[in-house]
């Protein structure tokens, strides 16, 4: 399949995970890859974080593609950092024509166990994160004169994650960016959609996650169902997002932007 053939994609949170699906997804499409993940300790999350050796395995899977990877260790927060590498890329490989704004965290809390420390940290990564993506390679779409922006919200961008009160907000904070970047850049012909996964079968699943999860139902054991598959599959394989992101990147998604599209089995209604 070659339908992004010629095109470059930048993607956040590449290391692993739904990243490094959505990134070997877009490559096997003809796309080369520039990437960006922290590949160290995240502040207080209960899983375990991305390590340097498979930002270097993701390049690895995107090389086996015969696409060109562009992968560095940086921080969404950093919006100059982000900045330089949107320029190199465009320098090294000739442009930028998707942009996928993946990387977040997720710490399980109840509302009366978080932290500024949490509410914090998940506004600076999941929200301004995204931001700062945004503004580092709008530009260079701009300059295109066309582009695919896709930004990863959750199932808790559409209803509510409970015992999540700061990613709740950071995810609704995603939707809504979605609708006002849309607006502005669709002047330039720059399309901005969210996706909205549920449970993912992802590394963010490892450590002390699953047990983090299950005390914080305890505490109200009437909203634990919430957000239940109508389908016998609970969780998403990542390759099952990355069918979504690729469509949005696509020129068979050229007249849909502002768009909120779930791969959630249903979740969202239940």
């Known amino acids: ?5 010629n095109r470059v994609a930048f993607i956040t949170g590449v290391a692993r995970g739904q990243g490094r699906a959505h990134a070997v997804r877009l490559a096997r499409e003809g796309a080369d890859i520039v990437g960006v993940d ?3 300790p995240l502040p207080g999350v209960p899983y ?4 340097p050796a498979e930002l270097a395995e ?8 015969g696409r060109k990877a562009l992968l560095r260790q940086g921080d969404v927060r950093d919006l100059e950092g982000l900045r330089t590498l949107a320029a190199d890329a465009v320098t090294q490989l000739g442009g ?5 704004a993946n990387a977040g965290i997720c710490i399980p809390a109840t509302w009366n166990e978080a932290t500024p420390e949490m509410f914090r940290d998940h506004m600076d990564i999941n929200v301004t994160g995204v931001w700062n993506t945004v503004m580092a390679t709008a530009p260079h779409l701009v ?3 066309r582009g ?4 990863i919200s959750s199932y808790a961008g559409k209803k509510v994650q409970p015992f999540m009160v700061h990613y709740t907000t950071s995810k609704h904070a995603v939707t809504g960016m979605t609708r006002a970047f849309a607006a502005e850049l669709g002047a330039h012909n ?5 996706v909205h996964p549920g449970a993912v079968a992802t590394p963010m699943g490892s450590g002390d996650m699953v047990a983090r999860i299950e005390e914080t139902n305890a505490a109200n054991p009437r909203l634990a169902p919430m957000g239940t598959p109508f389908l016998n599959q609970y969780a998403a394989d990542p390759d099952e997002v990355s069918n979504v992101v690729a469509f949005l990147a696509s020129d068979e998604s050229s007249f849909m932007t502002a768009e909120h599209v779930s791969v959630d089995g249903g979740a969202q209604y239940f």
């Open 1 to 5: 399949m070659t339908r992004l053939a």
């Open 38 to 40: 922290l590949a160290g």
């Open 48 to 51: 375990d974080s991305a390590t």
């Open 58 to 65: 993701t390049a690895g899977l995107v090389e086996a593609e």
């Open 96 to 100: 930028l024509d998707i942009v996928v």
């Open 143 to 145: 300059e295109r004169g």
């Open 148 to 151: 695919s922006i896709i930004l």
């Open 190 to 194: 720059v399309r901005v959609n969210s």
